[in-house]
């Protein structure tokens, strides 16, 4: 739970989800359709990751795999 930039509907909270996917651009489409049919989503946001991003994106996954691993040993 987070506090929201500015509110939004009302609401001054709410939580924030990150969610990377691969997918053709039909399957985009149409999960952006229920998103927008969903009333608990106030707003999102789809972007496309360029290589970089998607490089940067597994080398901090890689760490925190890491860091969790060492923790549990």
Same mark, same amino acid.
């Given at each position: 739970?987070?506090?929201?930039?500015?509110?939004? !509907?009302?609401?001054?909270?709410?939580?924030? !989800?990150?969610?990377?996917?691969? #997918?053709?651009? +039909?399957?985009?489409?149409?999960?952006? /359709?229920?998103?927008? $049919?969903?009333?608990?989503?106030? $707003?999102?946001? /789809?972007? %496309?990751?360029?290589?970089?991003?998607?490089?940067? +994106?597994? %080398?901090?996954?890689?760490? %925190?795999?890491?860091? #969790? #691993?060492? #923790? !549990?040993?």
């Amino acid at each position: 739970m987070r506090k929201l930039a500015y509110p939004i !509907q009302k609401k001054s909270t709410g939580f924030y !989800q990150l969610i990377e996917y691969k #997918a053709e651009g +039909n399957v985009i489409a149409d999960v952006e /359709t229920e998103l927008k $049919r969903d009333e608990r989503i106030l $707003r999102f946001l /789809t972007v %496309k990751l360029d290589k970089h991003a998607i490089a940067y +994106n597994e %080398k901090k996954r890689s760490k %925190k795999a890491e860091a #969790a #691993a060492e #923790a !549990q040993a």
